[in-house]
């Protein structure tokens, strides 16, 4: 799956090749993929930096 990230500042990220998606967390949500320069790991991105998030169905 993909999941994008849309952030305060007008930018956005995509997340190819995910395997865990948690958009529940209270201050965070933890994403585990390959970010958009191709590194793989997992991330918990805050939410006070997110504008919106969602997961790309195909």
């Known amino acids: 799956m993909s999941v994008v990230v849309v952030y305060r ?4 990220e995509t997340f190819t090749e ?12 933890e994403i585990t993929g390959t970010d958009s ?13 997110i504008k919106k998030v969602g997961q790309i169905l195909k």
């Open 9 to 12: 500042d007008g930018s956005s």
């Open 37 to 49: 320069s191709g590194v793989s790991a997992s991330w918990w991105i805050p939410w006070e930096i």
């Open 18 to 29: 995910v395997t865990h998606f948690d958009a529940t967390g209270p201050t965070s949500v």
